[in-house]
């Protein structure tokens, strides 16, 4: 395998584990009191502007983006913060993402139009006190994987050349 296969497998098994959702809470185990950064993994239009309505344990972030900016959208494209949620309580809260692109009709949108509008929504818990973080986290499990294919082409190569000695 070359180092060019090899390089490509690790962008394909990144891009398929990142492209799980549009947002994402930034502090995956808040606390009372923390900030929680909302944000996004869209590019090229600018954010005009954002509102945030919390109702209970119910989340809506409406995000109006501009006209398109014509730049280039690196992949993955780089996380953009769309909104900033502070004094939550403790509990499960969901997280609903609506995106309007311009040109617009009514900002926010009415209830009636929301269905129009959404785009994503995620699940998060607040929680009282200090957390223990899992360790089986996407990014270690990345890493897992990174280290097993690098000791597996090691291996491989090594049982060649002792094959071919």
């Known amino acids: 395998m070359t180092i060019r296969k090899l ?30 950064n909302v944000y996004t993994y ?8 954002s509102i945030v309505e919390i109702v209970g344990q119910s989340i809506k972030v409406f995000v109006r983006f501009g006209p398109d ?18 004094g939550s309580a403790e509990g499960t809260y969901n997280l609903e993402y609506y995106a309007q692109f311009s040109p617009v009709g009514t900002f926010p949108p009415l209830p009636i139009d929301y269905p129009l509008y959404f ?8 929680f009282a006190g200090l957390v223990i973080v899992d360790s089986s986290s996407n990014l270690s499990l990345k890493l897992l994987i990174v280290l097993i294919l690098f ?3 090691f ?7 002792d094959l071919l000695s």
């Open 69 to 86: 900016s014509g730049g280039i959208c690196p992949s993955p494209p780089i996380p953009r913060t769309i909104a900033l949620i502070n």
């Open 7 to 36: 390089l490509i497998t690790f962008f394909l098994i990144f891009q398929t584990l990142a492209a799980q959702s549009v947002v994402y809470i930034w502090n995956q185990h808040p606390v009372v009191g923390d900030e929680i």
């Open 119 to 126: 785009d994503d929504s995620v699940q998060f818990e607040v």
């Open 151 to 153: 000791i597996g082409l």
């Open 42 to 49: 869209q590019c090229g239009r600018p954010i005009d502007e």
């Open 155 to 161: 291996v491989v190569k090594k049982n060649k050349h």
